[in-house]
């Protein structure tokens, strides 16, 4: 391993405001080519411990519009990150050599059944699951996890939880894994 470890941090309450924040900035730089911009992730489930990363969902009427403006994000500090999914641009922005947020430009047709924004209302609306997926995380760190595995070691109990929360909702489960 390279020294690269995974951090999760207890909650903070700033990171709802950090995403506001991002929110704004993306939404006052790309008005024409982002929708609707939601906080997402662990970050977004108050109370839960997570990887101090801020995760955002946008939803774009065309991905290759998005693609097209994609100069304005790296003018935001966001570059692209290729991870070979085609229905989805994902971008990183960095300080410091740490990463702060990751942006995930969906359309907006396909925004209201994604797994990322289903397992977040249902963490928020369930803290005893909340409390296993928080205590999962702090086992693989706690285990030496390495960056790469990690979120493969999580990916069962986030199944279970995104299947549970798809079934309430009267959507058949899909896999949480992309790739």
Do not use: F
Not at 26 to 55: F, M, Q, R
């Amino acid at each position: 391993m390279s020294g690269v470890v995974v951090e999760i941090a207890d909650y903070d309450p700033a990171w709802p405001s950090r995403a506001e924040a991002a929110i704004t900035e993306l939404l006052d730089a790309l008005p024409e080519v982002l929708g609707d911009i939601e906080h997402i992730g662990s970050t977004a489930v108050t109370g839960l411990a997570a990887k101090p990363v801020i995760d955002l969902m946008a939803a774009a009427g065309e991905l290759a519009v998005a693609e097209a403006r994609e100069g304005t994000l790296t003018g935001l500090g966001y570059r692209r990150h290729l991870d070979g999914m085609t229905d989805r641009l994902l971008y990183v922005r960095e300080a410091g050599g740490r990463r702060t947020h990751i942006l995930h430009v969906v359309t907006a047709e396909s925004r209201p059944l994604r797994n990322q924004r289903i397992l977040r209302d249902h963490l928020r609306a369930h803290p005893r699951d909340a409390a296993r997926y928080a205590e999962l995380k702090r086992a693989l760190v706690a285990a030496g996890t390495a960056p790469a595995d990690y979120s493969r070691a999580k990916t069962g109990l986030i199944q279970e939880l995104t299947d549970r929360a798809r079934s309430r909702l009267g959507l058949p489960p899909v896999p949480v894994r992309e790739k």
